[in-house]
């Protein structure tokens, strides 16, 4: 069974400051790892996603994301938080096989303050 | 269409009372998903088909859920004698891949049901 974690219901920043969102994770086979994020009243949009690729992937709109092994983490970072970026983001853990379906956190706030 | 369409947007249902809400995935794809998101949860699984073949229906709550694809494009998830707890968004989304592993899912904005 997969399970992730995110660490922070809501995480608040200025706007031009460092994104950290933060998401561990539970996986008894080789994980696929994503980033969502929803705007309000809108559906989920994918940002980015680790296949067992590179470790650091690169999304949209400048978010990426380190898949770290030993530490059971697939944490999201953007150097530069924009006014824009203000929105719910969700970790979601993919096992393999034919069957395989999401399994979502339970999402963090972003908050972007100037 | 250009995306994922689903309606109705909102729906408020008396306690007991059928409701139907539907999925128009994007032309072509195979997989579809249905999801529920809770106010302040993340969406959890309910049912995944391959074209019309329900493949797994393991996160459907209880038998008042049901779910069907009939010509493997639009899908309708039924609740019969709704309960309060049924209150939540329900997600469709759709892939163009087989059990969308790796691939990307595309959502839909959901329908608000609301049971009184």
């Known amino acids: 069974a997969q399970s992730v974690t995110q660490l922070g219901s809501h995480v608040s920043v200025s706007e031009g400051a460092l994104v950290l969102l933060r998401c561990n994770y539970s996986s008894s086979v080789p994980p696929y790892l994503f980033w969502y994020v929803q705007y309000p009243n809108q559906g989920l949009q994918l940002l980015l996603k680790?296949?067992?690729?590179?470790?650091l992937v690169k999304g949209i709109n400048g978010f990426e994301a380190e898949f770290k092994k030993s530490e059971t983490s697939f944490h999201l970072t953007k150097p530069s938080a924009h006014m824009s970026d203000a929105a719910e983001y969700f970790c979601a853990v993919s096992g393999t096989g034919t069957a395989s379906k999401l399994t979502f956190g339970t999402g963090t706030r972003l908050q972007v303050t100037l | 269409g250009a995306g994922v369409s689903q309606s109705p947007r909102y729906k408020v249902a008396k306690r007991g009372q059928d409701v139907a809400l539907r999925c128009d995935p994007i032309s072509g794809h195979v997989s579809l998903f249905w999801y529920q998101q809770a106010l302040g949860q993340g969406p959890e699984f309910l049912t995944y088909f391959q074209n019309e073949a329900q493949l797994d229906k393991s996160g459907l709550p209880s038998d008042r859920f049901f779910a069907e694809r009939p010509e493997g494009s639009v899908s309708t998830l039924k609740i019969q004698r709704t309960q309060q707890e049924d209150s939540a968004v329900y997600l469709c989304?759709?892939?163009?891949?087989?059990?969308?592993?790796?691939?990307?899912?595309?959502f839909g904005e959901g329908s608000r049901l609301t049971v009184l």
């Open positions: 989304a759709s892939s163009s891949g087989l059990a969308g592993a790796a691939g990307e899912l595309f």
């Open positions: 680790y296949t067992s690729a590179a470790t």
